[in-house]
């Protein structure tokens, strides 16, 4: 397969991806007792709005899963596993597609599968990075890092 084929269906993941990692937090968040506000990928006004979910045009790259209430007191465990919520649901992703392709092996899946793990692997180790994202908001990372490094454990 062609450097360029491979890129392009990267490409065609990224979203799908982002999607399941915001629903991952939210799986999470119910589990825990926490009710679904929304989620949104991208930012400011949305162009597609469907129930809770939401799509902008401005940082199509970004996703933001919010609870309601959107301040719930949280133990510090509980707060871990919001935060891992998503990272989870792409490892589970890309396990489920590894599993699949040795099972079900044909062409669609030797094509397909592969750039799907490596988008799903790329999404756990990004979301781990401590960083602000270009929205302001902290990286599931630096979240994280905030939560168990710093004595004052704002997450926000």
Known sequence: MGL??????????????????EYGHALVGRLIGLRLKSVSIGKGKPFLRIGHFSVAKKQIWEGLYQPYPPTVPLRRGQRAALLLGGIFANFIAGLFVAGLSQVFPSPV????????IQISIIFILFNLIPIRL???????????KRLFFNKNSRTD
């Open 4 to 21: 360029l084929w491979f890129n392009l269906i990267m490409l065609a993941f990224y979203l799908p991806s982002l999607i399941l990692h």
């Open 134 to 144: 270009t929205s302001g908001f902290p990286s599931d990372g630096l979240q994280l």
């Open 109 to 116: 899946m030797h094509l397909l599968a592969p750039p799907f």
